[in-house]
């Protein structure tokens, strides 16, 4: 894309704040918008991209062939020995009709496809094909694709058509697509009940209707959206409204990216008062250190796609008149500084506001859940200022 000489610096930051990122945070949300994708044959998809999600703690449950998501301390020590991962993506597709979404084992694998930046051959979309095969990502899912009807279900034919199909979108996305992430740290104790959402939302579709996708009320960024609700972090989106009360729920995946930016990496720091009001309601804030944006670009051209000038619609923004026709592009050039992208710099950042509230509080607050919260989060900036 135009600016990606700009961002190459930050990028490289990024990605070693994500190194250290885990070791901090056993448990976040990130969500991820991608641009459209080209194959080299011609054909591409529309522009207002995908979105996606990666929930750091929770992992496929593979107690079931059907997707279904468990919290990872509770997989048993064989699966977790045989399907080894600590994080699961989360992606939904318009051609899926038995389920809403499927899990993907890694971030690596749903991001990057397990393998460096490069053009992508005909073999690694051969090897990977296989590798998601194995790792029965779409076991026991009906997918609506010309093709996949016409193959046994379930059957090794069948699998590996509807990964080459949902290729470069419910894995490996940044093979086909350029990303725009926004990272955001979430307790524990949130992972049981996104499970358990996630899970009644592929389960309604398991044996009645089949999931219908509208790409106005009921797409992948109203299932991401609805995912972080569950673990706390925002409000929740209504699905499938009729008349004028679509307008009210419209969600595109690159706005949706702006919404989270806005909520959390970019909002203004919370006073006293905000942060008080919040722990009231909830046990963390989501504005808080680790809460960052990123870029990644899209690979080279290879023999499958071609990665040239990929576009992304944003629709404009009436309820924020100052950011009405803002994008992730324009975001990034004006806001992927290292405290909003790095992790040590975003530490740093923190510390110094956490401190700042610590010193104004009143006597009448020491000792409270404010207090506590101010001091776990301090210490928690020190030990990231202090790694490796």
């Not at 073999?123 to 694709?145: A, P, S």
């Not at 992948?220 to 699905?239: E, F, P, R, V, Y």
């Not at 949706?256 to 919370?270: H, R, S």
Request: hydrophobic letters at 35%; aromatic letters at 8%.
């Amino acid at each position: 894309m135009k600016n990606l000489l700009r961002t190459l610096p930050l990028l490289v930051l990024s990605a070693v704040a994500h190194a250290a990122y885990e070791d901090h945070f056993p448990a976040y949300f990130e969500y991820c918008t991608g641009t459209q994708w080209k194959l080299q044959n011609g054909e591409k998809g529309g522009i207002p991209g995908h979105g996606f999600t990666y929930i750091h703690g929770l992992c496929k449950d593979y107690r079931s062939t059907y997707p279904q998501v468990i919290p990872c301390s509770e997989v048993s020590a064989e699966l977790k020995e045989k399907y080894p991962h600590e994080g699961v993506g989360v992606s939904l597709d318009k051609n899926f009709s038995n389920v809403m979404w499927v899990a993907i084992p890694g971030r690596n694998l749903t991001l990057f496809g397990d393998i460096e930046r490069k053009a992508i051959s005909n073999d690694d979309v051969k090897n990977i094909i296989q590798k998601v095969t194995e790792l029965k990502v779409f076991q026991d899912v009906v997918h609506k694709g010309e093709r996949a009807q016409s193959l046994p279900f379930n059957s090794q034919e069948y699998l590996e058509e509807v990964a080459d199909a949902t290729l470069g979108t419910e894995y490996a996305v940044s093979w086909a697509r350029e990303l725009h992430c926004t990272r955001i740290p979430a307790p524990v104790e949130s992972l049981p009940a996104v499970a358990k959402f996630l899970n009644e939302a592929n389960n309604q579709y398991k044996d009645g209707p089949g999931y219908e996708w509208s790409k106005v009320s009921n797409n992948c960024a109203h299932l991401a959206i609805n995912t972080s609700n569950a673990m706390g972090i925002n409000k929740s989106i209504k699905l499938d409204q009729g008349g004028i009360k679509k307008l009210f729920s419209m969600a595109l995946p690159a706005n949706t990216f702006l919404m989270y930016a806005d909520q959390t990496a970019l909002k203004k720091k919370p006073s006293l008062r905000k942060l008080s009001k919040t722990l009231n309601e909830k046990t963390f804030s989501p504005v808080q250190v680790g809460s960052l944006i990123a870029n990644y670009p899209a690979f080279p051209s290879g023999e499958k796609f071609n990665t040239d000038d990929l576009k992304v619609l944003t629709a404009p923004r009436p309820k924020s008149p100052l950011k009405l026709l803002s994008t992730p592009e324009k975001y990034e050039k004006k806001h992927m500084t290292p405290e909003n992208s790095e992790l040590k710099a975003n530490a740093e950042m923190w510390q110094a506001h956490y401190l700042k509230l610590i010193n104004q509080l009143d006597i009448d607050q020491k000792g409270s859940v404010l207090e506590q919260y101010l001091q776990e989060q301090l210490e928690l900036t020190k030990s990231i200022i202090l790694a490796p």
